[in-house]
């Protein structure tokens, strides 16, 4: 069983927006840590947002104020909405998590597809 799964990714045109959902399977978001990365073709796969284990969000610097991560734990999902979305946000982009309470197990999606065309 894949722990976790993305969905929402698509195609869109600049200054569009999509919501991307991850949900966990076989395991509860725990508050050890999960976010969304990023990975564009021919680039590393990079950070666009987090929540740690104190609940605290960061976000990329490319994606402040256009991005929002959020999590509903009664439906054990985690969720990405990105607004403004620009040419540079085309990547595949992956939810991540601890899935074991002790604070590892880091686990990766399958990942989703994101184009924003003009």
């Known amino acids: 069983q894949v722990p976790l799964v993305e969905s929402g990714g698509g195609s869109v045109l600049a200054g569009g927006s999509l919501k991307l959902s991850c949900v966990g399977r076989?395991?509860?978001?725990?508050?050890?840590?999960m976010g969304w990365y990023r990975q564009a073709p021919g680039k590393e796969r990079e950070l666009v947002s987090s929540?740690?284990?104190?609940?605290?969000?960061r976000y990329a610097d490319s994606v402040k104020g256009r991005f929002t991560i959020s999590q509903d734990n009664a439906k054990n999902m985690l969720y990405l909405q990105m607004d403004n979305l620009k040419l540079d946000d085309t990547a595949v982009y992956y939810c991540?998590?601890?899935?074991?309470?002790?604070?590892?197990?880091?686990?990766w999606g399958q990942g989703t597809q994101v184009t924003v065309s003009s």
């Open positions: 991540a998590a601890y899935t074991l309470l002790d604070c590892s197990g880091w686990k």
């Open positions: 076989g395991f509860t978001f725990t508050r050890c840590g």
């Open positions: 929540i740690n284990s104190d609940g605290i969000i």
